[in-house]
């Protein structure tokens, strides 16, 4: 015999952060726009402060970048001329263990490629594009 669920006695679903994130991306925003969900989104102290160095690199590497497939050109991502991010991504993981290679530079790259894909897939699903990406 079936029996129809109590809906009195069901939990309510809540929503995830990972949730409110995706909303926020679908509704063309970056973050939410609901103050409390905000507060889920610590940028300056779970981010910046969290990792301020590795950000430098990155910042340092989006200018490698840019001067090299831009030359004097404002910065920007000019995505066309390199997408292949997840290949990359991984070979700057190999590179990082060779004892010849500068280490630092292989970490950022590696980190930038992952920063980039990341990117790309919030775009996806519905984040607004990057301001510097061409």
């Known amino acids: 015999m079936h029996q129809t669920p109590n809906r009195e ?3 309510a679903v809540r929503a995830t952060p990972w949730d409110m994130l995706r909303a926020a991306w679908k509704a ?3 973050l939410p726009t609901d103050s409390a969900e905000r507060k889920n989104f610590p940028v300056r102290t779970g981010c910046l402060e ?16 840019n001067d090299k497939h831009n030359p004097g050109q404002p910065l920007q991502h000019s995505r066309a001329k390199s997408s292949d991010h997840e290949d990359c991504e991984a070979r700057h993981m190999i590179d990082c263990n060779d004892p010849g290679l500068d280490r630092l530079e292989e970490l950022t790259w590696k980190f930038w490629r992952a920063g980039m894909e ?9 984040a607004p594009k990057a301001p510097r990406a061409t």
């Open 118 to 126: 990341l990117q790309i897939y919030a775009e996806e699903l519905g």
């Open 9 to 11: 006695n069901t939990p």
């Open 50 to 65: 969290y990792i301020p160095a590795a950000l430098a690199a990155f910042a340092l590497g989006s200018k490698i970048g």
């Open 28 to 30: 063309g925003h970056w």
